[in-house]
C-alpha cells in the first residue's frame, strides 16, 4: 500500500504521450539510423543513452521493462530504450519552452510532492499489530467450521425494482442467455463477469450473517436449486418489496474443497495484515481528527 513508487510515476507519461511515442517511436529511430554519423562511443557504465549530453541510467530502463509487464527480450529492451530517448527529447524541449511554469505543470508537481510525502509520512507513523501464527490459524480454523459439505458456483442478476426483475425473469424463459442479461441489466459488481460469483458455501442450519456476504435468502435459493437451475422468482433484497431484487443460477456443485492449512496460511495471512494496517490507519485518522480543529 505504501510502496515508494515515485519512480515509477515519474516514467509514466500522459495517454496523449502515450499514443505519440509508440506511433512515432519507430520513425525517428529509422530516421536518426539513416543520419547518424561519426564515431561511436562508449557509455559511462550504467548508463544506456546519453540525449544531448543527459544521461538515462541502467535502472530507467530496468524499471521500464517491468513496468510493462512484458518477457524480457533484447529486442524489447531496444524499443524501450527508443521511447526514452525520445521521451527525454520531449522534456529537454518543453524544459527550452518553460513549460515549466506553466500553471498546469505547477499544478501537477504540487500534486505529486502532497502524495510522496503523504505516503511517506503514513508509512513511517501506522503501525499495524503483527499478524501471529496463532491468529492465522484461528482463522483457518474459524474458515473451515463455517463451511458446509458442498460447495456452489452461483450466479446474480440485481436489479433495481419488480418490474426490472419481471423483464429479465421473461427474458431468461425466451431463452436470452444469463450471463448476457447480467451484462444489460445487473447492478451488482460481478455484472462484467456476467453475474458469476466465487465458490460459495454455507454451513447449515444457515443465520443470517453467516451466509459468505450473501443474504440470507438469497443463500438458502442457491442451495435448493438443481445444477443449471434458475430461481422462477426474484427475490426481495430488503424489506422494500418494491427495492431491489435479484435473480439466482446455478452453475456448479461440489463437494467442499477445503485447502490444507500450509496451502492457506500464506493468503490468510496477508488477509489479516491487511485488516490489521486498516484498523491501525483508521485509529490514527481518528487521533488526528481529534487534535486538528476542523471548520466545515
Not at 509514466?12 to 505519440?20: G, L, M
Not at 530496468?62 to 527480450?73: E, F, K, L
Amino acid at each position: 500500500m505504501f510502496r515508494n513508487s515515485t519512480f515509477i510515476r515519474a516514467l509514466c507519461v500522459s495517454a496523449f504521450a502515450s499514443v505519440v511515442l509508440a506511433t512515432l517511436v519507430p520513425h525517428i529511430v529509422h530516421a536518426a539510423g539513416d543520419s547518424a554519423s561519426g564515431p561511436v562511443v562508449a557509455l559511462p557504465f550504467g548508463v544506456v543513452a546519453v540525449v544531448n549530453g543527459v544521461a538515462i541510467p541502467q535502472a530507467q530502463l530496468d524499471a521500464a521493462v517491468q513496468a510493462s509487464h512484458q518477457s524480457d527480450t533484447p529486442q524489447l529492451r531496444q524499443n524501450l530504450k527508443q521511447q526514452l530517448i525520445v521521451r527525454e527529447l520531449f522534456r529537454q524541449n518543453a524544459e527550452k519552452g518553460q513549460y515549466g511554469t506553466k500553471p498546469e505543470v505547477q499544478e501537477a508537481m504540487n500534486a505529486a510532492k502532497v502524495n510522496a510525502e503523504t505516503q511517506l509520512y503514513l508509512k513511517d507513523s501506522i503501525h499495524p499489530a503483527q499478524v501471529t501464527d496463532a491468529q492465522v490459524k484461528a482463522r483457518y480454523d474459524d474458515i473451515v467450521a463455517s463451511l458446509g459439505k458442498e460447495e456452489y458456483k452461483p450466479r446474480i442478476i440485481v436489479v433495481p425494482d419488480e418490474a426490472t426483475a419481471n423483464t429479465v425473469l421473461a427474458a431468461l424463459k425466451s431463452g436470452t442467455a444469463f450471463d448476457a442479461l447480467a451484462r444489460q441489466y445487473s447492478t451488482a459488481p460481478s455484472k462484467a463477469s456476467g453475474g458469476e460469483l466465487p465458490w460459495v458455501s454455507f454451513k447449515t442450519p444457515m443465520t443470517e450473517g453467516k451466509t459468505q456476504g450473501l443474504p440470507l435468502a438469497v443463500a438458502q435459493a442457491i442451495t435448493q436449486l438443481p445444477v443449471g437451475g434458475v430461481l422462477p422468482q426474484s427475490i426481495a433484497l430488503g424489506s422494500d418489496t418494491n427495492g431491489p431484487r435479484a435473480i439466482v443460477k446455478v452453475d456448479a456443485k461440489r463437494p467442499t474443497q477445503v485447502p490444507p492449512f500450509d496451502q492457506a496460511q500464506g493468503t490468510i495471512r496477508q488477509q489479516l495484515q491487511a485488516l490489521a494496517l486498516e484498523k491501525a490507519a483508521a485509529q490514527f485518522s481518528a487521533d488526528l481528527l481529534k487534535g486538528a480543529t476542523i471548520q466545515q
